[in-house]
């Protein structure tokens, strides 16, 4: 898709505020700092339109994005390392598992883990719930251009055997925000899931 319009249309924590209007949604996850507003913003061919940051836990809400007035992008607040109370990530946890769990609309999640580390805890759990409540799933590895291109196939591996990875459920696709490598075949999965 060429994006020439893009909008950040609501920062929301309750179904309330979440856009009426019916376009499909698509959901970004990971832990903090994986990659998601760089992510995004190569998609939507933006230097900065997400605000990518150095310090984890900066996202609190979930943001939907208009992309040219066909679908949202959901950026969810990242998991792992917060510098946030307890008290607050539990919050945050009901928040995206209503969200997730519950909007209609969402058609699709790209879920990301950083190429080179095995999947944490919280990227499996997320994976299985995911799975569980039967939304397609892109697996996204985040930060290829940090390994040599001859271990891509290692690091898949390492990714989809950590995951228990189910190809007929879930897709997989390594990616670079640096060489732009990925972005395409992201972009044909979003449109294969917008119906």
């Not at 792992?80 to 769990?101: D, F, H, N, P, Q």
């Not at 950083?114 to 995911?130: F, G």
């Not at 590895?141 to 007929?168: C, H, M, Q, Y």
């Amino acid at each position: 898709m060429e994006v020439h319009n893009v909008a950040l249309t609501i920062s929301a924590v309750r179904p309330e505020q979440y856009p009426k209007d019916g376009l499909p949604e698509i959901a970004f996850v990971g832990r903090s700092n994986v990659g998601k507003s760089s992510l995004t913003n190569t998609l939507i061919n933006r230097k900065a339109f997400a605000r990518t940051s150095s310090q984890p836990g900066k996202t609190q809400t979930l943001n939907f994005y208009r992309v040219e007035d066909e679908v949202y992008f959901v950026d969810v607040p990242g998991y792992g390392y917060a510098k946030v109370s307890r008290k607050e990530r539990e919050k945050w946890g009901v928040m995206i598992e209503t969200y997730l769990s519950q909007r209609q609309e969402l058609k699709g999640v790209i879920s990301l883990v950083d190429a080179r580390h095995e999947p944490s805890e919280e990227d499996i759990n997320m994976y299985n719930w995911l799975l569980y409540y039967e939304i397609p799933v892109l697996v996204v590895a985040t930060k290829a251009d940090k390994i040599a291109r001859g271990k891509w196939n290692k690091a898949e591996s390492v990714i989809k055997k950590a995951l228990d990875f189910d190809p007929t459920v879930s897709d997989f696709q390594m990616f670079s925000s640096e060489t732009k490598y990925g972005k395409e075949q992201v972009w044909d999965w979003i449109e294969a899931h917008m119906g």
